[in-house]
């Protein structure tokens, strides 16, 4: 079985406590998929350095191996005025690419130390290298597991405020000086979506707003804050999953007058958003029946044993097939709420409605939200 993880909030903050109090060793990896978060890591880390920094990016039209020695001369190399500079790489999975990990880990493993130090932050690092398990070693290794914006599968039934997402809300207002209570942080991200960027920048505007006041409400968050048309596709489709065609007519209302944004970022309203709804729907449909074929059920099934329960055959499977990080938490809980039948008929469904629009038959979006939530309540295998 798996060793539980930290939850988010608890690595993320003991990360900050670790670069912001201690000494920074000679490299510093960062590691997970919201840069929003991983800025204020970075944050903690220049703050440590006490200014002696420098920021290193590719230059245009420079390949990752050519930039990859440069980075290592100056990471190696000591100024004329000294040395012990930080050396900061946002996004370095590129440069860590093939054999650009064996070429750090000989970098940092060799008889002279660098003359610098070096952060990188990366999407992700596979733990089992040599790289990983150097740099855990000096204690320069902040690894954040997924931002989970919902539920575990685990908990069982009743409202639940303390997603990760809710959680860091509260943990980065305090940091802006801001007190949240969860139903707060909860009512902020159910306007505006999981992405942690948006929230941090709502929580920024907020603190403004709120001047001396130190306690946001529900109450401002509600007259301050409206629902994104992000945040509305991912309504639209909660309430299609529960059946709820109430809620979803009403949701197509407020689409069709407001507008939702269309895969190229343009704000559509009117008869245009059928269009954009069902495009949406479809592609996330469509790779959800295609991670239903390659799991099959008993797979499923175990996406609602916690993660540390599972079998090693299962969860190398699991990873295999979904990958480690990034955004496998919302496929996991697709996968769990909607069945395969279910997903396979929402998508004929959806597909049916384009091939409408396509052929100039005319829509009701109404009416087909009523058949979408059909769709979804067919029964199968499902964990």
Not at 311 to 333: C, I, M, Q
Not at 348 to 356: E, F, M, N, P, T
Request: no cysteine; charged share 25%.
């Amino acid at each position: 079985m798996a060793v539980k993880q930290k939850s988010f909030v608890e690595a993320w903050s003991e990360g900050l406590r670790r670069l912001r109090d201690r000494p920074l060793p000679p490299l510093t990896v960062i590691a997970g998929d919201a840069d929003a978060v991983k800025q204020r890591l970075v944050e903690a880390a220049v703050a440590q350095a006490d200014g002696d920094v420098e920021v290193f990016a590719a230059r245009p039209g420079e390949k990752d191996r050519d930039a990859l020695h440069r980075l290592l001369d100056l990471w190696g190399t000591r100024s004329l005025f000294g040395g012990g500079q930080l050396i900061v790489v946002r996004h370095a999975d590129a440069l860590l690419k093939n054999k650009g990990v064996k070429l750090v880990e000989a970098h940092l493993t060799g008889d002279a130390p660098p003359a610098n130090r070096l952060l990188l932050t990366v999407d992700a690092l596979d733990g089992r290298s040599k790289l990983a398990k150097a740099v855990k070693a000096q204690d320069g290794l902040v690894s954040l597991p997924v931002l989970r914006d919902s539920p575990p599968p685990w908990h069982d039934g009743g409202p639940f405020l303390e997603t990760d997402l809710n959680q860091w809300t509260v943990a980065e207002a305090r940091l802006l000086g801001l007190e949240l209570a969860l139903p707060v942080a909860d009512e902020l991200t159910r306007r505006i979506g999981n992405e942690p960027g948006r929230v941090a920048q709502k929580l920024r505007q907020l603190a403004v707003l709120l001047g001396d006041r130190k306690r946001a409400t529900r109450e401002d968050v509600a007259g301050f804050v409206p629902f994104s048309s992000v945040r509305l596709l991912g309504l639209y489709e909660d309430a299609l999953v529960a059946g709820d065609v109430r809620t979803a007519m009403a949701l197509v209302d407020r689409m069709v007058r407001e507008g939702v944004y269309d895969p190229f970022m343009r704000l559509v309203s009117g008869p245009a958003v059928s269009e954009t709804v069902l495009r949406g729907l479809s592609a996330g449909l469509a790779r959800l029946v295609e991670a239903h074929e390659r799991l099959g059920p008993r797979l499923v099934s175990a996406l609602s044993s916690k993660p540390w329960q599972r079998s090693k055959a299962d969860t190398a499977a699991l990873d295999e097939a979904l990958g480690r990080g990034g955004r496998r938490v919302f496929v996991e809980r697709d996968l769990r709420r909607v069945s395969a039948a279910a997903a396979l008929a929402a998508f004929g469904v959806a597909l049916d409605g384009l091939r409408r629009l396509r052929d100039g038959r005319g829509l009701s979006l109404h009416a087909h939200t009523a058949r979408l939530a059909r769709a979804y309540g067919a029964r199968g295998t499902a964990a």
